[in-house]
């Protein structure tokens, strides 16, 4: 499956309908899904937070962050955090689709992917205030035998409006990467992009029943 196949897959989530989902009341963020061709086949731009980070401190995650005073939301606020984190050219890529938004449990934000596409590797730099490491994770990697892996937990803190109440069960997912554990609102991101891509009779399923991918 090559750049072209994926688009054509991804043709249903486009930018209007992620941000029909998105409370105006609630504050706000975007990441960039960065779709590239690479040496194994198509592959994601991911980062390693820096370790003297406030918060998820070397963890995986995408480019990405809250909305500010004169961005165009959400592609804007996802092309500048990425200029600021891994100095993405903006004129290099070309949004493509946006993912389910995802309010995160721990702050309450609602969190919009937006999906980019470009046919080269992109040059990339890590701002080493917010970035440890630069990461290119290819499909064929998040596709292999025993890299993916689903808990199922227990929510008992106070942030997220969302839960019906204390003892909520959600799924956590996780993908094994190189020594590195990629889990939480990234790979919930991830396993809805895999999902559509490669089984979209699944999703089409999913989103017909009372569980939603990214709520």
């Given at each position: 499956?090559?750049?072209?196949?994926?688009?054509?897959?991804?043709?249903?989530?486009?930018?209007?309908?992620?941000?029909?989902?998105?409370?105006q009341?609630?504050?706000?963020?975007a990441?960039?899904?960065?779709?590239?061709?690479?040496?194994?086949g198509p592959e994601?731009?991911?980062?390693?937070?820096?370790?003297?980070m406030?918060?998820?401190?070397?963890?995986?995650?995408?480019?990405?962050?809250g909305?500010?005073?004169?961005?165009v939301?959400?592609?804007g606020?996802?092309?500048?955090?990425?200029?600021?984190?891994?100095?993405?050219?903006?004129?290099?890529?070309?949004p493509i689709?946006?993912?389910?938004?995802?309010?995160t449990?721990t702050?309450?934000k609602?969190?919009?992917?937006?999906?980019?596409?470009t046919?080269?590797?992109p040059?990339v730099?890590a701002?080493?205030?917010?970035?440890?490491?630069?990461?290119?994770?290819?499909?064929?990697d998040?596709?292999?035998e025993?890299?993916?892996?689903?808990?199922?937990?227990?929510?008992?803190?106070?942030?997220?409006?969302d839960?019906?109440?204390?003892?909520?069960?959600?799924?956590?997912?996780?993908?094994?990467?190189?020594g590195?554990?990629?889990?939480g609102?990234?790979?919930?991101?991830?396993?809805?992009?895999?999902?559509v891509?490669?089984?979209?009779?699944?999703f089409e399923?999913?989103?017909?029943?009372?569980?939603?991918?990214?709520?």
């Amino acid at each position: 499956m090559d750049l072209d196949d994926i688009a054509q897959r991804l043709t249903q989530m486009s930018i209007d309908r992620a941000m029909s989902m998105v409370a105006q009341s609630r504050q706000r963020s975007a990441v960039a899904v960065v779709l590239s061709q690479g040496r194994r086949g198509p592959e994601l731009l991911l980062t390693r937070r820096a370790w003297h980070m406030r918060t998820h401190r070397g963890e995986i995650a995408f480019p990405g962050g809250g909305e500010e005073d004169g961005d165009v939301f959400p592609v804007g606020t996802a092309l500048r955090e990425a200029c600021e984190e891994v100095a993405l050219d903006p004129g290099s890529v070309e949004p493509i689709a946006a993912l389910d938004p995802m309010v995160t449990f721990t702050s309450d934000k609602a969190v919009v992917p937006i999906v980019f596409e470009t046919d080269q590797r992109p040059s990339v730099v890590a701002s080493p205030d917010e970035v440890d490491a630069i990461l290119q994770v290819s499909f064929a990697d998040l596709l292999e035998e025993g890299c993916y892996r689903q808990e199922l937990w227990t929510w008992s803190g106070s942030t997220l409006r969302d839960a019906p109440e204390a003892g909520y069960q959600h799924p956590v997912h996780f993908f094994e990467l190189y020594g590195d554990t990629l889990w939480g609102a990234t790979a919930s991101m991830i396993n809805q992009l895999l999902t559509v891509v490669f089984a979209p009779e699944a999703f089409e399923e999913l989103m017909r029943g009372p569980e939603h991918f990214g709520r």
